[in-house]
């Protein structure tokens, strides 16, 4: 099956900083790759998603990237506010099966003020 | 509407009680979810449904029994649950199987007694 695996597991930015969280996944077929952001008390929200098509995507101050050929793909936070402090989850899906995702482990960021 | 709606929010029951979680959503999904997750971890797949019928099972115990009356509703029937079972309990939805991205609601926070 498809195994995630996420680093950091942790991330502390100050205020304003940009903030990167890196993926690797090891199943060629996987052509789905969601990001989840969960704050305390709150089920996973659906931050950005990107399909194996597309190298790039973009939606205001968050940014993934995928590199299917090394297999990884990366979460960017520009402009880090207090607000995006939270765990962060990526995901691919196993194969071409959006349905059954895997998740990393998570990572907790933490804007400074 | 983009919400996916659980109750109870939270419950608590003891090992020999039966209980159910129930999941609505109104955005003509046609594929529901459960997901376990524990503190600190990421959701784990408990079950799909696609057009009201069962489509994935991951070996879940059958003290936990799901059910889907109609595409708009999923519940998760319990009984003589164990205390490692504590956890929250993730409803998800998204369009038809393989479409696309799914949409989390806000769980329900499970202790057994």
């Known amino acids: 099956g498809e195994n995630v695996e996420q680093h950091p597991s942790t991330l502390s930015v100050q205020e304003g900083d940009s903030a990167v969280i890196k993926c690797t996944y090891s199943?060629?077929?996987?052509?789905?790759f969601p990001w989840y952001k969960q704050e305390l008390g709150k089920g996973p929200q659906l931050i950005i998603d990107i399909r194996s098509n597309v190298g790039e995507k973009k939606d205001q101050r968050i940014a993934v990237t995928l590199n299917k050929t090394a297999k990884h793909f990366s979460l960017h936070i520009t402009e880090t506010q207090p607000e995006d402090s939270a765990v962060y989850f990526c995901?691919?899906?196993?194969?071409?099966?959006?349905?059954?995702?895997?998740f990393g482990a998570g990572t907790t960021v933490t804007v400074r003020a | 509407d983009t919400e996916v709606t659980q109750t109870p929010k939270h419950l608590v029951m003891g090992m020999t009680n039966k209980k159910s979680l129930k999941c609505e959503q109104h955005?003509?999904?046609?594929?529901m979810y459960w997901y376990k997750q524990k503190a600190k971890k990421p959701p784990e797949l408990m079950f799909v449904?696609?057009?009201?019928?069962?489509?994935i099972n991951e070996s879940v115990p059958s003290r936990f029994s799901p059910e889907c009356p109609n595409s708009s509703l999923l519940n998760l029937h319990l009984h003589a649950l164990q205390p490692e079972d504590s956890a929250l309990y993730l409803c998800?939805?998204?369009?038809?199987?393989?479409?696309?991205?799914?949409?989390f609601g806000q769980g329900t926070r499970l202790t057994v007694v």
């Open positions: 449904y696609s057009y009201e019928k069962l489509s």
């Open positions: 995901a691919a899906s196993e194969g071409q099966n959006d349905y059954k995702l895997s």
């Open positions: 955005m003509g999904h046609r594929a």
């Open positions: 199943d060629s077929a996987s052509n789905y």
């Open positions: 998800a939805s998204s369009p038809p199987v393989g479409v696309g991205e799914a949409f």
